[in-house]
């Protein structure tokens, strides 16, 4: 009977450090090479063929490299950053040659240990990327309207709350006009020049918040998260493209723990402490869901049997567990019609998915 191998790769940005053991642990290969597919492949070619034989990489960084390998027939499997850290620390030396044979051992020894991470497919990957932008871009929005808003403050002007206005640049000549009169400066350049990047940013996230609702209406999968009150078009994907292959998770009940909306648990003996919610996994998606919660409480438009159970735990544990508990049934509810390919069902049956 031949014998496994594993191979770990600690992937840097221009070498990658090759390790290649069997089942005794008994090192067969230690190479290096560029961080490149071409040559990954060229030091691992005699492995390709053999049936026994993984490749373990770390998730971070790794996923065009870990799909091209496994696009060339090999067995890979990525590993979770944070749990292959603590395996690779009880080493005293750190070195990528170090690394690289702690993830082979990882593979050989801490399969159980070290949980594995999903190798997203291309559609997925590129949808996440669209939704990552979008955040940052937000994020740049938010934080350009505040300081266009609070710089006119110092002068004694106030901008009207329109964030996401077409019309902003418009508001800040009217108070420029107002606070400064005919009058030139730079200030009042530099001002209208935010006030312009400003609109620009609005009008790109309004373009691109359309293209992604008509992307969810294309997809069928979305579209029938969309019918759930409360899910709209960006929860929808973030929730598809986070998960890829609903079947890969042997329960729907699984899924609350994999966006860390399940609350940690230590116990010692006598004691058993139960916490807060773990927080892994996908923070985007998480926050999506538990507002989508918060929507469907304060609405609860067709969904009165889920809106009745989160009053029950909100009269007995308080809204904001209320909140993250019917966050946590959403993605059960929202795997499970994924996985059995049946639109949402309004009822009693939804409260107990």
Not at 25 to 39: K, P, V
Not at 105 to 123: D, I, T
Not at 185 to 210: K, N
Not at 252 to 275: A, E, M, N, W
């Amino acid at each position: 009977m031949s014998s496994s191998l594993w191979a770990g790769l600690d992937v840097g940005v221009e070498t990658t450090a090759i390790c290649v053991i069997d089942d005794t642990g008994a090192i067969l290969q230690q190479s290096s090479c560029r961080s490149d597919l071409q040559s990954v492949h060229c030091e691992l070619r005699w492995l390709r063929r053999r049936r026994r034989a993984r490749v373990g990489l770390e998730a971070s960084g790794t996923v065009a490299l870990a799909r091209g390998l496994r696009s060339l027939g090999y067995s890979v499997d990525l590993y979770e950053t944070r749990q292959l850290s603590k395996f690779l620390r009880v080493r005293r030396n750190k070195t990528d040659a170090g690394d690289a044979i702690g993830i082979a051992e990882a593979g050989r020894l801490g399969a159980s240990l070290v949980s594995k991470v999903h190798l997203q497919s291309l559609e997925c990957q590129s949808l996440q990327s669209r939704l990552t932008i979008r955040r940052y871009m937000i994020r740049q929005r938010v934080a350009a309207v505040n300081l266009l808003c609070r710089q006119i403050e110092h002068y004694g002007g106030r901008i009207a709350r329109c964030p996401r206005s077409l019309r902003l640049a418009e508001a800040v000549e009217r108070e420029i006009g107002r606070l400064f009169g005919k009058t030139s400066s730079p200030l009042i350049a530099e001002l209208r020049r935010l006030a312009r990047d400003c609109e620009r940013l609005v009008a790109y996230q309004l373009e691109l918040d359309c293209e992604l609702r008509r992307m969810a209406l294309d997809n069928e999968i979305c579209r029938r998260f969309m019918e759930i009150p409360g899910v709209g078009p960006i929860c929808a994907l973030s929730f598809y493209a986070a998960v890829g292959d609903p079947h890969r998770f042997s329960r729907s009940t699984d899924i609350g723990c994999y966006f860390g909306l399940t609350p940690r648990l230590h116990q010692s003996g006598l004691t058993r402490r139960v916490g807060r919610i773990s927080r892994m996994g996908n923070a985007a998606v998480r926050s999506l869901l538990v507002r989508a919660s918060l929507t469907l409480i304060k609405s609860g438009g067709g969904a009165g049997a889920l809106q009745q159970w989160a009053s029950g735990v909100e009269q007995r544990r308080g809204r904001g567990q209320a909140r993250v508990a019917l966050a946590r049934k959403l993605g059960v509810i929202m795997l499970t019609m994924w996985k059995k390919g049946e639109p949402y069902q309004p009822g009693p049956s939804a409260a107990e998915p």
